[in-house]
C-alpha cells in the first residue's frame, strides 16, 4: 500500500512539480525500502510442532509450556488439537508443577485457520488450556478468546468455561 501510494505521489509530483521529480523519486524508493524490510522482518506462522512454547489460558498454575508432540497430524497441532507438553513455567502454589508432562487443547494459534463461510480467524499468540487424559479441563477458568471451532472437536467444557467466544 505504502509503495502504491508513493507512486501516486510520485507521478502527481512530477506532473504538478517539472523538475523535482528526482525528490520525490527518492521518496518512493525510501517508501519501497520500508516496506520491503517490513516483510522480511515479519515472524514466519506454522504449525505449533515440536519445541514450541505456548502460553496456558487457564488457571491451573503453569504459565508456559514447551510442545513435546502433536498427537494428531504429521506436521504438526492446529486450533482445537490436542498436544502433549512440559510445564516450562509455572506459579508455586498450582495443581501443576514445573517439569510436570501434561495434556492441552490448543485454544489459540499465530497460524491462520480458514471458516466454512470464508473468513479467516488468526491469533497474536499460540495459547493451551491444560487437559487430563479424559479431555477434561485441569483448571476451572479459562481467559481471552477462544474459537468457536472447539465445538466440532469435541471440546465444548472448555467452551463452557471461556468468557469470550470468537
Given at each position: 500500500?505504502a509503495a502504491s501510494?508513493?507512486s501516486?505521489?510520485?507521478r502527481?509530483?512530477r506532473s504538478?512539480?517539472?523538475?523535482l521529480?528526482n525528490?520525490?523519486?527518492?521518496?518512493q524508493?525510501?517508501?519501497n525500502?520500508?516496506v520491503?524490510?517490513?516483510?522480511?522482518?515479519?515472524?514466519q506462522?506454522?504449525?505449533?510442532?515440536?519445541?514450541t512454547?505456548?502460553?496456558v489460558v487457564?488457571?491451573?498454575?503453569a504459565?508456559?509450556?514447551?510442545?513435546?508432540?502433536?498427537?494428531k497430524?504429521?506436521?504438526?497441532?492446529?486450533?482445537?488439537?490436542?498436544?502433549?507438553a512440559?510445564?516450562?513455567?509455572?506459579?508455586p502454589?498450582?495443581k501443576?508443577?514445573?517439569g510436570?508432562?501434561?495434556?492441552?487443547v490448543?485454544?489459540r494459534?499465530a497460524m491462520?485457520?480458514?471458516?466454512?463461510?470464508?473468513s479467516?480467524?488468526k491469533?497474536d499468540d499460540?495459547?493451551?488450556?491444560?487437559?487430563?487424559?479424559?479431555?477434561?479441563?485441569?483448571g476451572t477458568?479459562?481467559?481471552?478468546?477462544?474459537?468457536?471451532?472447539?465445538?466440532?472437536k469435541?471440546?465444548?467444557?472448555?467452551?463452557?468455561?471461556?468468557?469470550?467466544?470468537a
Amino acid at each position: 500500500m505504502a509503495a502504491s501510494f508513493a507512486s501516486k505521489c510520485s507521478r502527481v509530483g512530477r506532473s504538478l512539480l517539472g523538475g523535482l521529480g528526482n525528490s520525490i523519486s527518492g521518496l518512493q524508493n525510501t517508501a519501497n525500502e520500508i516496506v520491503g524490510n517490513n516483510v522480511w522482518s515479519q515472524q514466519q506462522r506454522t504449525f505449533i510442532q515440536m519445541r514450541t512454547v505456548l502460553k496456558v489460558v487457564d488457571n491451573s498454575g503453569a504459565k508456559k509450556v514447551m510442545c513435546i508432540q502433536a498427537l494428531k497430524g504429521k506436521k504438526g497441532a492446529r486450533l482445537g488439537d490436542t498436544i502433549v507438553a512440559s510445564v516450562k513455567e509455572a506459579m508455586p502454589n498450582g495443581k501443576v508443577k514445573k517439569g510436570k508432562v501434561v495434556y492441552g487443547v490448543v485454544v489459540r494459534a499465530a497460524m491462520q485457520r480458514g471458516r466454512c463461510d470464508g473468513s479467516e480467524v488468526k491469533f497474536d499468540d499460540n495459547a493451551v488450556v491444560l487437559v487430563d487424559k479424559q479431555g477434561q479441563p485441569i483448571g476451572t477458568r479459562v481467559f481471552g478468546p477462544v474459537p468457536h471451532e472447539l465445538r466440532q472437536k469435541k471440546h465444548v467444557k472448555i467452551l463452557t468455561l471461556a468468557k469470550h467466544i470468537a
